[in-house]
């Protein structure tokens, strides 16, 4: 069945976190990934920086392992923290479906990893303009995957085993890892926008 292609502001208040409804097992075709990657290549970049790089992870055993990595941070991140009390429903379900994710990361079909070329260990003080190079292009892909019919979530846990990752990979120093995009064809196509906080209570006019 054809589906009319979303608007705008349809595809910035609907592309949600796909975990459980990524489907682990359909191929997705490598050609289709580069093509959301050249449409996030226009994302603002600063001037003189290199742009994002993106290692795209398809190989099985590589996906496994670092699945496995993965699955191991995450573990870190919640070892030792007592399950939050007081969650609403949306957030409890985030958690447990972010604990879904982890468990079967590596049998994802395609793994996207974003990073970030300094040539050197990441510089002290405020580091927003490097990393202003790098995240709204992984926000572009994100966007552009899902009007390509695929599904995304932002991950970040890998990065308490960032040496790890770079080690599987073989990224060399100097290049720093943002974000990793698991990426596939999702299960239904029902997206509704999130819950998020009344504007009023962060807009600030004029003065904070
Ligand atoms: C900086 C950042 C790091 C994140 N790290 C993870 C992560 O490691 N694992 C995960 O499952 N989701 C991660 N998320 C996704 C958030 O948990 C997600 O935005 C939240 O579940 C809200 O879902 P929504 O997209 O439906 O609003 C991250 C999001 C951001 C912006």
């Given at each position: 069945m054809l589906t009319a292609p979303l608007t705008a502001d349809a595809l910035l208040t609907r592309t949600r976190s796909v975990r459980r409804r990524l489907d682990l097992t359909r191929p997705v075709p490598l050609s289709l990934v580069e093509e959301c990657l050249r449409i996030a290549q226009q994302a603002p970049c600063g001037s003189g920086r290199t742009p994002a790089h993106w290692l795209v992870v398809t190989d099985p055993d590589t996906r496994a392992e670092l699945g496995r990595i993965y699955r191991s941070a995450f573990?870190?991140?919640?070892?030792?923290?007592?399950?939050?009390?007081?969650?609403?429903?949306?957030?409890?379900?985030?958690?447990d479906s972010a604990a879904y994710l982890a468990q079967v990361l590596g049998e994802v079909p395609v793994l996207v990893l974003a990073c970030v070329e300094t040539g050197a260990p990441l510089p002290p003080g405020n580091q927003a303009a490097l990393w202003g190079t790098l995240l709204p292009a992984v926000w572009s892909y994100m966007l552009a995957a899902r009007s390509h019919g695929l599904g995304t979530t932002?991950?970040?846990?890998?990065l308490r085993h960032e040496k790890e990752v770079a080690d599987l990979l073989a990224i060399p120093e100097g290049i720093h890892q943002g974000a990793l995009i698991p990426t596939a064809y999702h299960l239904g196509t029902d997206f509704h926008p999130a819950s998020r906080p009344p504007l009023n209570t962060t807009l600030h006019l004029d003065r904070w």
């Open positions: 573990a870190d991140q919640w070892s030792g923290r007592v399950p939050p009390t007081g969650l609403t429903g949306a957030q409890r379900r985030s958690i932002w991950t970040a846990a890998h």
